[in-house]
């Protein structure tokens, strides 16, 4: 498309690349690169590996119903039981959407709210026989997908890896390692 100078003279139209344009497009480019390639993206993208590779597992064994949000309490659910805010306040979900997943997991039959034994008023969150299933299968399972990633790492990388993270989290505070 072109458009008409005063003059008569056909001219391009404005594309919004000026002397800045290329400038702009350099920009751009880098900070493709620079959000592609942080260590921030690449941890999250190490994760979502991590845990679609062990919801794929879960499938296999007999529990397709699970998706990736109800790993985020299952994770964080001792066999002991625990109160849904606390699994909250470890995983940084609202009350809420932590509660519409314990409902969920209840409702395929993974777990169930009993009576707290030290506040009659409150709830514990604990696993059904068939979420003891599920629990026990999880070491294998853990166990299975760190031997892959060690596969591709290699023994010293994987080792190396492990120590970096923990020392991160303990460095921030994180208290949520073992």
Do not use: W
Request: proline share 3%; net charge positive.
């Amino acid at each position: 498309m072109t458009t008409a100078k005063r003059d008569g003279e056909a001219k391009a139209p404005k594309t919004g690349r000026g002397r800045r344009g290329s400038g702009t497009a350099a920009l751009a480019a880098a900070t493709a690169a620079i959000r592609r390639e942080h260590i921030g993206r690449l941890l999250l993208v190490g994760f979502r590996v991590f845990e679609g590779e062990a919801l794929a597992r879960f499938e296999t064994i007999g529990f397709s119903d699970l998706r990736l949000s109800h790993l985020a309490l299952i994770r964080n659910l001792p066999p002991e039981g625990i109160r849904t805010s606390e699994i909250a306040d470890l995983t940084g979900l609202t009350k809420q959407a932590v509660g519409q997943l314990a409902t969920e997991l209840e409702e395929f039959g993974y777990c169930e709210r009993v009576p707290d034994p030290t506040d009659g008023r409150a709830k514990l969150l604990t696993f059904t026989v068939r979420g003891q299933e599920l629990y026990a299968e999880i070491p294998k399972i853990l166990t299975a997908i760190e031997a892959e990633f060690e596969t591709v790492l290699g023994t010293s990388d994987m080792a190396a890896l492990r120590r970096s993270l923990k020392k991160l989290a303990l460095a921030h505070g994180s208290d949520k390692i073992g």
